[in-house]
């Protein structure tokens, strides 16, 4: 049978281990954030300050920078991005389904509306959405055009990072 002091003992391992993974994890998250600073910031500026985007280095490895977009609708901003899609021809991105909610009890309900889908041979869930891949592709082809896209509808950030490929 285990003491009360022994558990005690354990509590404080326990409460160690906890506070040796939030360390870790703040260490993390600070290499991450300097990772991303030199990858967005740092390195672009001074590959575009030596006017060069791509870089071979002594020990083989290869850098170059590229404009990449990251972007996520925003929710408020949902139904103002899919109007634009719409409106200005590339409604195709959006991805459509439908879905119905039954409450306790309404079972059978639920029931005859599937068998009725089923039967016209569609499935039921309505749901809009873009793909992030697709967006963040549609977004880069666009501002590279220079097609006048509005960005804060789509959540978007276009930004030059560096990448670098082991020899």
Do not use: C
């Given at each position: 049978?285990?003491?009360?002091?022994?558990?005690?003992?354990?509590?404080?391992?326990?409460?160690?281990?906890?506070?040796?993974?939030?360390?870790?994890?703040?260490?993390?998250?600070?290499?991450?954030?300097?990772?991303?600073?030199?990858?967005?910031?740092?390195?672009?500026?001074?590959?575009?300050?030596?006017?060069?985007?791509?870089?071979?280095l002594?020990?083989?490895?290869?850098?170059?920078?590229?404009?990449?977009?990251?972007?996520?609708?925003?929710?408020?901003?949902?139904?103002?991005?899919?109007?634009?899609?719409?409106?200005n021809?590339?409604?195709?991105?959006?991805?459509?389904?439908?879905?119905?909610?039954?409450?306790?009890?309404?079972?059978?309900?639920?029931?005859?509306?599937?068998?009725?889908?089923?039967?016209?041979?569609?499935?039921?869930?309505?749901?809009?959405?873009?793909?992030?891949?697709?967006l963040?592709?549609?977004?880069?082809?666009?501002?590279?055009?220079?097609?006048?896209v509005?960005?804060?509808?789509?959540?978007?950030?276009?930004?030059?990072?560096?990448?670098?490929?082991?020899?």
């Amino acid at each position: 049978m285990i003491s009360l002091d022994e558990m005690a003992s354990l509590a404080r391992v326990m409460a160690e281990a906890e506070d040796a993974v939030r360390q870790q994890e703040a260490s993390l998250k600070e290499a991450k954030e300097k990772a991303r600073r030199l990858r967005e910031e740092t390195i672009p500026a001074a590959m575009q300050e030596l006017g060069i985007d791509k870089l071979e280095l002594n020990t083989g490895e290869k850098i170059s920078v590229s404009q990449e977009v990251y972007a996520s609708i925003p929710n408020e901003h949902k139904d103002q991005a899919f109007r634009w899609l719409n409106d200005n021809g590339f409604g195709g991105l959006i991805k459509v389904g439908v879905s119905s909610s039954y409450g306790k009890g309404e079972q059978s309900k639920a029931m005859e509306l599937f068998q009725e889908l089923q039967e016209r041979g569609l499935n039921a869930k309505f749901d809009e959405g873009v793909h992030p891949q697709t967006l963040k592709a549609f977004l880069k082809e666009q501002i590279s055009t220079g097609a006048n896209v509005p960005l804060d509808l789509f959540g978007a950030r276009p930004v030059w990072t560096a990448k670098i490929k082991k020899s």
